[in-house]
């Protein structure tokens, strides 16, 4: 079964930078788009960015400008490049492949808080 293992979560000050991993067994990742979600506490969980098979990308308006999605083919990783986080930024952090139907079980996903 395909299994999503979020990475790189941490308490960072506003302003701040981290760098988020998404690693996969089973699938090669370089051939699906894959997703960016996050869910804030009392919230629905939000797609933030996307980046297709042929690499185009697609980003939430609130993180066009601060936040990359890239992928590692080698690593068959997914990351996403986030800087100058905002509070409002406070999720868990998930990835996905909307490209799988079924879409394969959410995994425990990675917290990140932009707290000063």
């Known amino acids: 079964q395909v299994r999503f293992v979020e990475s790189g979560g941490a308490l960072v000050q506003p302003g701040g930078s981290l760098r988020l991993s998404c690693a996969a067994s089973?699938?090669?990742?370089?051939?699906?788009?894959m997703d960016w979600y996050r869910q804030a506490p009392g919230k629905q969980r939000e797609l933030v960015a996307r980046?297709?098979?042929?690499?185009?990308?697609y980003y939430l308006d609130s993180v066009k400008g601060r936040f990359t999605i890239s992928r590692d083919n080698a690593k068959n990783t997914v990351f996403l490049q986030m800087n100058s986080l905002k509070p409002e930024d406070t999720a868990v952090y998930y990835c996905?492949?909307?490209?799988?139907?079924?879409?394969?079980?959410w995994g425990q996903g990675t917290q990140v808080t932009v707290s000063s």
């Open positions: 980046i297709r098979s042929g690499g185009t990308t």
């Open positions: 089973e699938i090669i990742l370089s051939i699906y788009t």
């Open positions: 996905n492949t909307p490209s799988m139907n079924p879409s394969p079980p």
